[in-house]
């Protein structure tokens, strides 16, 4: 058995295109774009290609998109007060504080969500956010694992009555992935490194979530003969005699480690290619519908404020 690879950027295009004429309409209805302001902290490079990938689709699907850089210098209170600044923006529906923060001021993230208004949190991190997922009733829902959904549904995977297991049980992406499949009617274990026996558990899922941030954790041994296996996982690596270990040393990518310097690879082993029955890469898989996402949670939130507003749907 070869899985069937499920590719993003098809999905996400699809998914942009129906935002653009939705877009459209509301700048017809408010006079105005829905706006996206993006804080950046520091000059991590792979956050900077982020940021400016984000930018760009975002103008791309007709949203007005600020970018905030503030120096890696800058401290707390100055990045709280230009989220609280955007808070109080008319022009601004949503935003995003780019992750990570400077070590500096990394014990901070928290801080941030919680001064990121809910309406405007559109990473929907905010425990107002949280709180309404839990509940089924999110406006806004966390980026990553909405674009699993998305990637599912488009993809003919079934959810209603399936088993899904999902590896990790972070607040960014793990908890809201299993309270999403969870809300589409599939049954949910949430796995992490406490888990007893974690292989055999995740061999009894018809779907697996990898969000665990370890380089080619999920083997053949955890997967089910024709399951679906979604890998989450973004990991830089610069070790050659590890990427040869988890690839193989025969493997084209090799070539980018040695080009670059680093190669990204995901939570799932290669080998899970033979066993699975739908699986997506790293990268090129779920990346793109991050984004897509965000922009869509732009729009939700524009046409949301828009309500409350004028008290009219749009």
Do not use: W
């Amino acid at each position: 058995m070869t899985a069937r690879v499920l590719e993003g950027a098809p999905i996400a295009i699809q998914i942009r295109q129906e935002l653009h004429d939705r877009v459209a309409d509301f700048t017809r209805h408010a006079g105005r774009p829905p706006g996206l302001g993006i804080v950046l902290v520091g000059d991590d490079a792979a956050s900077e290609i982020y940021v400016q990938n984000k930018l760009k689709a975002a103008k791309e699907t007709g949203l007005r998109a600020d970018f905030h850089h503030l120096p890696s210098t800058v401290s707390l209170a100055e990045v709280l007060a230009t989220v609280e600044r955007l808070n109080l923006s008319d022009a601004h529906d949503g935003i995003l504080v780019q992750d990570p923060l400077p070590p500096a001021i990394a014990s901070g993230t928290r801080a941030i969500f919680d001064t990121n208004v809910p309406e405007k949190d559109i990473d929907a991190f905010h425990p107002v956010n949280v709180g309404r997922l839990s509940q089924g009733r999110a406006v806004l829902a966390a980026c990553t694992p909405s674009g699993v959904i998305e990637m599912l549904v488009r993809s003919g995977i079934r959810l209603e009555g399936s088993r899904a297991v999902v590896i990790g049980r972070s607040d960014i992406v793990g908890k809201p992935m299993a309270l999403l499949l969870l809300h589409r009617d599939a049954t949910v274990t949430i796995c992490h490194s406490k888990t007893r026996d974690l292989p055999s558990v995740s061999a009894e899922a018809d779907i697996i979530v990898a969000a665990v941030g370890r380089p080619g954790f999920v083997r053949r041994s955890f997967v089910k003969p024709g399951a679906t296996v979604v890998d989450v996982g973004i990991n830089r690596i610069t070790d050659l005699a590890m990427a040869r270990a988890l690839l193989g040393a025969d493997s084209p990518r090799l070539g980018v480690l040695e080009r670059r310097g680093s190669l990204v690879v995901g939570d799932v082993h290669p080998e899970v290619a033979e066993v699975a029955g739908a699986l997506t890469p790293v990268p090129g898989g779920v990346g793109p519908l991050t984004i897509a996402m965000l922009l869509k949670n732009t729009l939700l939130a524009a046409e949301a404020r828009l309500r409350a507003a004028s008290g009219t749907a749009v």
